[in-house]
Every structure is written in C-alpha cells, then in structure tokens.
C-alpha cells in the first residue's frame, strides 16, 4: 500500500541551528508530497509541496526536494527559531482525495 | 475569510451511545475531508464529500459514516462507540474541485470514549 516513513523525534534544537526531517515513502504510481504543520494550539497546515520528480517545494525558509530515485522528500531549513517548535507531518496523495500522513515529527527549538 | 469550523470542541461519550460531529467548511469550498488523529495511529483518512458526494473512504469500520450537505457542511457519524474511537477529529476543507492539493484544517473535535 501507500505510506509515509518519518524520522522519530522528539527533536530538539537551538536557535539558528540546521533542521533536517526524514521521509521516505512507498507509492504505486507517483504520488504528490506534501509537509503539513501543525503549531501549538492551532489546526495543520500546508508548509510545502512538490508534485513532480526533482520539484522543490519551500515555504517560510523551509525545503523539500521530491527524489524519485530515492524515494525521499526530506524537510530542511538552514537557522531555525523559536517559532518553528511545532509537529512536522510528510504526506503524500496519488490525486485520490485523500492524502496518507507519516506519524510526525515534533521538533523543540531552544532560545 | 473564516476558517474551518469543527463543533463541538469536545465530546465526552460512554461505550456504545453514538456521536455525530460536525464541520462547516471555509465559504466557497466544497471539498469536505475527515481524518483521526491518535497517538499509536497517527492521522488516518476517513473519508472525502464533494458536492454531497463521497469520492473516497478510508479502512474504518461500517460504523463510521458521513454525508455533506448542499450548503457543503459536513458530519460525521460513529455509533456503537467502542473505547478505541477516542481520538481528535479532524475535518479539512478544500477548495479544488479535483484533486485537493492544499487542505485547510479545523481544529478538531476531541472524543473521548469512556
């Protein structure tokens, strides 16, 4: 079937240092990726997205390059803040209506 | 532009009873999702209404069902509650009238089963 494999966290960060969030995924056919966020006390949201091979998706200093050939879509940004501490979710869709999340990443950064 | 609006906030239901929820998408949008969220299972699709029609469901039980409405709002139904249905609802709105590449989320109904 379709899933979505995430690095485990918890992951905990000081300011300005380097994030990076692993996903892999297992597709029949080519799906669409997705990063979804979900801050504190608010509902998801879409960070970014990629719908082809090679396409980078970035949002708010973050980015995801699709890799085909690795089948990864890894989150990363280079100074991270305070503000960034929130629960990461990759997602992927084969364009069926429904998008199939990985368990989520949630990352701490420390001032 | 209002956001999605899921009611009730929170449900507290005993073994067995039935529970509808509900979801009022953003204006405009006529794509309904409807996803669990728990602990040990993570976000799980239950289902997606387009113009009061289901295009897609996930693995849940018969128990678990849904409609849309003409106005696009949206419930959602689980009866014969069993302990393991506690767990936040979720329900998304999208605006696409195919495939749905961005999602809008509520910020859910929290049920506990007791």
């Known amino acids: 079937g379709n899933s979505v494999t995430q690095m485990e966290g918890p992951v905990t960060l000081s300011e300005e240092a380097f994030l990076t969030i692993n996903c892999t995924y297992t597709a029949t056919g080519y799906p669409s990726l997705f990063w979804y966020v979900q801050y504190p006390g608010e509902g998801l949201q879409l960070l970014l997205k990629a719908t082809k091979a090679d396409d980078k998706g970035s949002n708010k200093g973050f980015e995801a390059t699709y890799r085909k050939e690795t089948t990864s879509f890894h989150l990363e940004k280079g100074s991270v803040q305070v503000s960034d501490s929130a629960v990461y979710f990759c997602?992927?869709?084969?364009?069926?209506?429904?998008?199939?999340f990985g368990a989520g990443t949630t990352v701490t950064v420390r001032a | 532009k209002a956001g999605v609006t899921q009611t009730p906030r929170y449900l507290i239901k005993t073994r067995g009873q039935q529970v509808t929820l509900s979801c009022s998408p953003i204006s405009g949008h006529r794509s309904v999702s409807w996803y669990q969220q728990t602990p040990g299972q993570g976000l799980q699709f239950l289902f997606e209404?387009?113009?009061?029609?289901?295009?897609n469901k996930g693995n849940f039980p018969g128990r678990f069902s849904g409609r849309q409405f003409s106005n696009s709002r949206s419930e959602m139904n689980v009866s014969t509650l069993e302990l393991g249905d506690s767990a936040l609802y979720l329900c998304?709105?999208?605006?696409?009238?195919?495939?749905?590449?961005?999602?809008?989320f509520g910020s859910g109904t929290q049920l506990s089963v007791l």
């Open positions: 209404y387009f113009s009061e029609t289901q295009r």
């Open positions: 997602a992927l869709s084969l364009r069926d209506y429904k998008l199939s």
């Open positions: 998304a709105s999208s605006s696409v009238t195919g495939f749905n590449e961005k999602l809008f």
